[in-house]
């Protein structure tokens, strides 16, 4: 069994800041990548950033130089901070990790259940 329980979204005014956490417990192995992903109201859920298992990084091109993912192995958290924020912004936010419960480690995706974020302008 693996939980993923997501932390701090809000509400925030255009410019400001949140960072989100996502920490992973439970019978794990290993985590793969993590990533972030959101869906606004009315839109396919899309990618917003991964980060592998050796600390690479990919991002979107709306969020790219505004928002950070960063990991912490050791708490099995992933985080987004969140710069610069803007209307457009507006979503829920999904975690996603891909983790292996036992060894050899071939992981699963595991999905949080999101954190909604919402940008005032």
């Known amino acids: 069994q693996v939980q993923l329980v997501e932390s701090g979204g809000g509400l925030v005014q255009a410019g400001g800041s949140l960072r989100l956490s996502c920490a992973a417990s439970?019978?794990?192995?290993?985590?793969?990548?993590m990533g972030w992903f959101r869906q606004a109201p009315g839109k396919q859920r899309e990618l917003v950033a991964t980060?592998?298992?050796?600390?690479?990084?990919n991002y979107a091109d709306s969020v790219k130089g505004r928002f950070t993912i960063s990991r912490d192995n050791a708490k099995n958290t992933v985080y987004l901070q969140m710069n610069s924020l803007k209307p457009e912004d507006t979503a829920v936010y999904y975690c996603?990790?891909?983790?292996?419960?036992?060894?050899?480690?071939?992981?699963?995706?595991?999905w949080g259940k999101g954190t909604l974020v919402t940008v005032s302008s």
């Open positions: 439970g019978s794990i192995f290993s985590i793969n990548h």
């Open positions: 996603n990790l891909n983790i292996a419960t036992h060894p050899p480690g071939l992981g699963m995706d595991y």
């Open positions: 980060i592998t298992s050796g600390g690479s990084t």
